[in-house]
Every structure is written in C-alpha cells, then in structure tokens.
Nanobody, 122 residues
C-alpha cells in the first residue's frame, strides 16, 4: 500500500490560488491512479480531480473544471492540485487518495492521506 501526506493548504482570499501537494511513499507509486477529494463541514466527501498513473488522463468534477489542474511527478512520487479563482464554496478539507484501478473509478480509492485544510475567505 502507498502512504500519502498532503501539504499546501491554508487560508486564501476569494479569487486567490493555492497549490496542494501529496507526497507518496512506496515503491509502486507509478502504478497508482491518484485522486483528490474534499469534504466540507457537514457534507460528504466529494470527488474533485484525478490523474491516471501515466499522467496523460485527467478527470474533474464539474464544479472545478477550468479552475483546478491535477498533475503528477512520478520521479518525485508527488501529485499536485493547482487551484485557481477560489470562491468560499471551495472551503473544505482536501484529501489525496490512491487506487490501483482506473483514475475515474472514484469508488475504488482505498489509500488516503490525512487531509489538508483549505479555507477561502470572502
């Protein structure tokens, strides 16, 4: 299994940007599809974005398309989430996750990081 540690969260004003990182440990990182999920207070955890193990295929929730970009660096065993033009509705704990299935199979993610808080102030 792969261990995941997120970083890069914080407080940002409406319209601002943040870049989240997720560092993975384990010899088989390149075999995993990687995803980002988020959970706002009182809500369920939702899919945000995912990237295939090659990095060639990406998937996004409709709410973040055109604003978020997911990418990965297999040599550094890190996945990124660039978030731009943030509104307060993006406030949540953001989680990095991994799956050996296809990146778009959101139910298959079974390795999770501890999460990083993103707060967007109005």
């Amino acid at each position: 299994q792969v261990q995941l540690v997120e970083s890069g969260g914080g407080l940002v004003q409406t319209g601002g940007s943040l870049r989240l990182s997720c560092a993975a440990s384990g010899r088989t990182f390149g075999s995993y599809s990687m995803g980002w999920f988020r959970q706002a207070p009182g809500k369920e955890r939702d899919f945000v974005a995912a990237v295939s193990w090659t990095g060639r295929r990406t998937y996004y929730a409709d709410s973040v398309k055109g604003r978020f970009t997911v990418s990965r660096d297999n040599a550094k065993q890190t996945v990124f989430l660039q978030m731009n033009n943030l509104p307060p509705e993006d406030t949540a704990v953001y989680y990095c996750a991994a799956t050996l299935s296809t990146a778009s199979d959101v139910q298959s993610y079974n390795s999770w990081g501890q999460g990083t808080q993103v707060t967007v102030s109005s």
